[in-house]
């Protein structure tokens, strides 16, 4: 019952990671290049989906080493969700940090 229950919340938190995620980028895959004039919208918007490629790498690690944690004990569900929103945010003000870098290099 206890593995069954823990196989429950992995699977439950991988989905909460996966729209939170999916939410965050979609969220900030708009916004960020909204403030830019129109005719730099559009490079905004590649540079956007170039960042968000470049970290998948990063964010798929995180998942990994989140699950292998949980799956170890380290960490319980409440955890594991919390640090799943920081990095959720963090990943993505980072992305925004380079975002503004590469527009104003253009």
């Known amino acids: 019952m206890k593995k069954r229950m823990d196989q429950y919340w992995l699977g439950f938190s991988a989905l909460l990671m996966s729209l939170f995620l999916t939410t965050s980028v979609s969220w900030a895959a708009d916004p960020p290049c909204d403030k830019y004039p129109p005719a730099k919208q559009t490079r905004c918007a590649e540079i956007w989906k170039e960042l968000n490629k470049e970290d998948g790498p990063i964010i798929a ?23 799943n929103m920081i990095f959720i945010r963090q990943s993505t003000e980072k992305r925004i940090a380079r975002l503004k870098e590469r527009m104003a290099s253009e």
């Open 61 to 83: 690690q995180f998942g990994l080493d989140q699950q292998k944690r949980r799956e170890e004990g380290k960490i319980n569900a409440q955890q594991h969700l919390a640090e």
